[in-house]
Nanobody
Framework: QVHLVESGGGIVQAGGSLRLSCAAS????????MRWYRQGPGNERELVAT???????NLTDSVKGRFTISREFAKNTVYLEMNSLKPEDTAVYYC??????????WGQGTQVTVSS
């Protein structure tokens, strides 16, 4: 079983930056895609960014040009660099990974609040 620990959330003014981290307690070879989701107040959870084992990335349209997803295999960690933050980016951000044969793990979530 993979355990995910997220960090890096907080309160920031609009236009500011934050970097989220998610460390997985698993051997790197067992982890496939890594993702960040978010759930804002009154909204459904949405997929924000994905990075595959091969390094391919995909970002939802609303964050393209502002957010960057990356991973560090040696530390089993995925990052979400968030720049030019907007109040509508306020949400709980969740890390998600695929591992093994069809298994999925979720982090506990980290709050990001962007003030106007």
């Amino acid at each position: 079983q993979v355990h995910l620990v997220e960090s890096g959330g907080g309160i920031v003014q609009a236009g500011g930056s934050l970097r989220l981290s998610c460390a997985a307690s698993a051997r790197a070879f067992s982890i496939d895609a890594m993702r960040w989701y978010r759930q804002g107040p009154g909204n459904e959870r949405e997929l924000v960014a994905t990075i595959t084992r091969g390094g391919q990335t995909n970002l939802t349209d609303s964050v393209k040009g502002r957010f960057t997803i990356s991973r560090e295999f040696a530390k089993n960690t995925v990052y979400l660099e968030m720049n030019s933050l907007k109040p509508e980016d306020t949400a709980v951000y969740y890390c998600n990974v695929n591992y093994g044969f069809g298994h999925v793990a979720w982090g506990q979530g980290t709050q990001v609040t962007v003030s106007s």
